[in-house]
């Protein structure tokens, strides 16, 4: 397989914005009044959700194509996206508890958004249990691609019934959108590093899992 | 006509295979059974409590025998490919799907009949059999929702090398609306709360008509070989 030239140039588009986007993070956007450092992971934690979803709707559409078309290149899609989806859904369940224990002086509460993204990441982890008790290719993919559709279409619905779950409950006083200018626009630029990030994971992923797949073909022709 | 009539064919054949097998059923029931008696244990049910935690004590029944139960019938089919002689007669798949909902509901059903039953026994709790009317549309549309979602997982789940025990890990997180739903509704009309039942109902019917859509569509790419 030819070098992948996406891969190298995301690479190297990386190299640039990574470090410049920490160093946005930590040196450029001001301090926040109240809540003060801590505040610093929403820039993270918002471009770790934002790339989760961007992944998991890309596990969706790779999952109908799949089924349409036959093709397992749309199943490598869909594992490969699955995976990046599930490394930020963690990164993002992480990344809130800690912000959450100095600002809410909990590392977790039910809140409605919270649960919501626990019960994804719960549905993707059984989307991998599922994949590794298959041993058959085409079955393995055309049995995930079903789990990757209904995984994603129960999420609105879960949005919904915790939202509702939680409205009989007090309500957790959510800060307002008034953000600050600087603080703006270095949340747009971590919003781009991060989306280039799971761009280039998934590409990554994807072309690996291509990679193998090539080598589970040549071992059997040298089997038979 | 014909496929509601493939559809209660298969129906009549979960019924009579279990009349004469007693495997999923009784199993069903002795979990339910010996879930409640472990509630009894692991919290306070005093008479105080008992109408609080009910709603509680019984979807985790309700959902665990369920568990159980759903996946012992696609096991069933699973089986020395059992279902592959239903794939070649003229039925469809989707009326395979329909008539495996089907009995799976009628199970699902029998058994919260014989949990609510003992639930009232064993923790002098009748007023669950009075109010029985009101929480009927609650516990209908949830159960469908179990076995929407269920008869299709199950059947995926027996796919793998893991075979059922990986049901829950995929159920589970996709029934929570239903799991919610049927709590909380169940949880209103029991204890006279403010908030209304009705949305709780909604939801259940809308997660309802969205899987039984959704699994219509999908069911045959899981059984197809």
Redesign the interface.
């Known amino acids: 397989m030819k070098k992948n030239k996406t891969i190298s140039i995301l690479f190297f588009l990386l190299l640039v914005m990574m470090p410049l986007d920490f160093y946005l993070i930590f040196k450029v956007a001001p301090t926040e009044r109240i809540m003060g450092d801590v505040q610093r992971i929403f820039y993270l934690h918002v471009s770790l959700a934002s790339g989760a979803f961007l992944a998991f709707t890309c596990t969706f559409i790779s999952s109908i194509i799949f089924?349409w078309k036959k093709n397992l290149v749309w199943d490598s899609a869909a594992s490969a996206s699955a995976e990046t989806g599930l490394l930020f859904a963690t990164l993002v369940l992480i990344t809130g508890s800690l912000w959450a224990r100095p600002i809410w002086n909990v590392w977790w509460t039910w809140d409605p958004r919270l649960l919501t993204v626990l019960?994804l990441w719960?549905?993707y982890?059984?989307?991998f249990?599922?994949r590794g008790?298959?041993?058959d290719r085409f079955?393995k993919a055309?049995?995930s691609?079903?789990?990757g559709?209904?995984?994603y279409?129960?999420i609105p619905?879960?949005r919904?019934?915790?939202k509702?779950?939680k409205s009989?409950h007090p309500l957790l006083t959510r800060e307002g959108g008034g953000l600050n200018p600087v603080m703006k626009n270095v949340m747009f630029f971590s919003l781009a590093t991060f989306l280039v990030l799971t761009v280039f994971l998934f590409f990554f992923r994807f072309r690996l899992a291509r990679i193998e797949e090539r080598l589970q073909k040549l071992k059997k022709l040298t089997e038979d | 006509m014909k496929f509601a009539g493939s559809a209660i064919a298969i129906l009549k054949k979960d019924i009579l295979l279990e009349l004469r097998g007693k495997e999923s059923l009784s199993l069903m029931l002795f979990l339910s059974l010996l879930l409640l008696v472990i509630f009894n244990f692991a919290l306070d049910t005093g008479k105080e409590n008992v109408s609080s935690l009910a709603s509680g004590i019984l979807w985790v029944v309700f959902t665990f025998s369920g568990i159980l139960g759903m996946g012992r019938t696609s096991m069933a089919e699973r089986d020395e490919d059992a279902y592959l002689s239903i794939l070649f007669s003229p039925a469809s798949a989707e009326s395979f799907y329909i008539g495996k909902v089907l009995s799976n509901l009628l199970f699902l059903v029998i058994m919260e009949i014989f949990t609510l039953l003992f639930f009232a026994i064993l923790y002098d709790f009748e007023k669950i059999i009075s109010m029985l009317p009101q929480l009927l549309p609650g516990l209908l549309l949830g159960t469908l929702g179990f076995s929407l979602v269920g008869t299709l997982f199950s059947f995926l789940t027996t796919a793998s090398r893991y075979g059922e025990v990986l049901l829950p890990f995929l159920y589970l997180p996709v029934v929570v609306p239903i799991i919610l739903g049927g709590v909380s509704s169940m949880d209103i009309i029991l204890n006279g709360k403010a908030g209304g039942a009705g949305k709780w109902i909604q939801i259940m019917a809308v997660f309802d008509v969205l899987y039984f859509a959704v699994s219509l569509l999908l069911f045959r790419y899981i059984i197809e070989e």
Request: aromatic share 22%; hydrophobic share 70%.
């Open positions: 089924l019960i719960f549905i982890v059984g989307y249990l599922f008790g298959i041993a079955k055309q049995y691609a079903v789990i559709i209904i995984g279409i129960d619905v879960i919904y019934a915790t509702w779950w009989i």
